[in-house]
Structures are given as structure tokens and as C-alpha cells.
T-cell receptor, first 116, second 112 residues
Framework: DTEVTQTPKHLVMGMTNKKSLKCEQHMGHRAMYWYKQKAKKPPELMFV???????INESVPSRFSPECPNSSLLNLHLHALQPEDSALYLCASSQVSRDGLTDTQYFGPGTRLTVL | AQSVAQPEDQVNVAEGNPLTVKCTYSVSGNPYLFWYVQYPNRGLQFLLKYITGDNLVKGSYGFEAEFNKSQTSFHLKKPSALVSDSALYFC??????????FGGGTRLMVKP
């Protein structure tokens, strides 16, 4: 089973709202990722968690706040977003070897976010 | 720095004909190469990968890719295209730094 689930599928929020995106995997993967994807463009990496610790933050604005409560869950907390933040937000997960190398990333279906 | 180029924004092919989606890469060290497919309003689905070994890699849904080190290419191929193969295809490379770098994507249109 290579399934990564994401909720909600769609989210519409105002610029003053606070919302959260959720991602879950039960493949025993210890690396989890958040990507942002604009229409017809490749995904852009936002954050990487490895063994529940934030290992990479690609200079993402603080209005995006990631959280990894346990090895199966990854959240992305949203606050005071801008209309240009509207995009498809993808979660992915992968195995991590003992020497830190990651394997194939498996992606969830994404959350389509619209900021009004 | 690593990079991936997909020189064609769109590839058109008739159903039943062979298809090729091109990808070239630049990376220091040994490349780990991937192909993903994305259907409208969906996430990326893993198709296949090259890590080491045989240059011809077979993947899901009848797709295969050929690794060519001298030409730094990793073209995606399928002997007989289906209308349902119409989608956006991304090539990606990963080096020892673990991060994926994606190409710009190629839209495949298979016409009946």
C-alpha cells in the first residue's frame, strides 16, 4: 500500500482565517514533505520532516507553520494567507535509510486551497 | 546544483502509436531519476525510477524509461499509447542531498 491521504480536498479561506491541512500515511515512512504547486507548474518544496524533526524549511513565510505530531501525521497550519497563496498543496512521504538517504516519494492527492 | 529539463511543453500522439517524453538532467555524482504522472486536480503518481543497474527501467501502466549516461537523458517511453495516458508528466532527479528537483512538466495528449 502506497497511500498518502490528505484532508480536506478543497479549502476556501479568507485572509484573516486560521485553518489546517492534514496528511497521513501508514507506510512506516519516516520522512514527510509539504509541497506547493501552482497550475501547470512543478511542485515546489516547502518543508521536510525527518524522524518527526523539521530538517528543511525552504524559506517559507511564517504564515505557513508545519507540525509533525507523530510519525504518521503531518499538518500545515495556515494563518493570514494572501490570495497568491492559492494553490494545490501536496504532501508526500518516503522511507529514510539508516544513513539518511531517502527513497521514492509517494504523494497524496493534494488540498486545493483558495484564499479570498 | 542539479537541474532537469523537459524540452517539450506538450507531446501529441495518436492512440496505438509509440510515445516518448524527453528528459535530460544535470547532477553531480550518481543520479537517482524518477518519473511521475499527474492527472487533473490530482497528486503525483510514481511511475518508475532509476537508481542503478539496467539502463532500461520498467514501471507502472506499461511505461518504461531508458537511462543514458553519456547523453544525460532519461526519456519515458510506451510502445502503444492509450487515450487514458493523457496527463502531465514530470521527470525528477535526486542526488545524495535527498531533495527532488523536478522538470517543468510535459503535457501528453493522446488522441483517438
Amino acid at each position: 500500500d502506497t497511500e498518502v491521504t490528505q484532508t480536506p480536498k478543497h479549502l476556501v479561506m479568507g485572509m484573516t482565517n486560521k485553518k489546517s491541512l492534514k496528511c497521513e500515511q501508514h507506510m512506516g515512512h519516516r520522512a514527510m514533505y509539504w509541497y506547493k504547486q501552482k497550475a501547470k507548474k512543478p511542485p515546489e518544496l516547502m518543508f521536510v520532516y525527518s524522524y518527526e524533526k523539521l530538517s528543511i524549511n525552504e524559506s517559507v513565510p511564517s504564515r505557513f507553520s508545519p507540525e509533525c505530531p507523530n510519525s504518521s501525521l503531518l499538518n500545515l497550519h495556515l494563518h493570514a494567507l494572501q490570495p497568491e497563496d492559492s494553490a494545490l498543496y501536496l504532501c508526500a512521504s518516503s522511507q529514510v535509510s539508516r544513513d539518511g538517504l531517502t527513497d521514492t516519494q509517494y504523494f497524496g492527492p493534494g488540498t486545493r486551497l483558495t484564499v479570498l | 546544483a542539479q537541474s532537469v529539463a523537459q524540452p517539450e511543453d506538450q507531446v501529441n500522439v495518436a492512440e496505438g502509436n509509440p510515445l516518448t517524453v524527453k528528459c535530460t538532467y544535470s547532477v553531480s555524482g550518481n543520479p537517482y531519476l524518477f518519473w511521475y504522472v499527474q492527472y487533473p486536480n490530482r497528486g503525483l503518481q510514481f511511475l518508475l525510477k532509476y537508481i542503478t543497474g539496467d539502463n532500461l527501467v520498467k514501471g507502472s501502466y506499461g511505461f518504461e524509461a531508458e537511462f543514458n549516461k553519456s547523453q544525460t537523458s532519461f526519456h519515458l517511453k510506451k510502445p502503444s499509447a492509450l487515450v487514458s495516458d493523457s496527463a502531465l508528466y514530470f521527470c525528477a532527479v535526486k542526488n545524495a542531498g535527498n531533495m527532488l528537483t523536478f522538470g517543468g512538466g510535459t503535457r501528453l495528449m493522446v488522441k483517438p
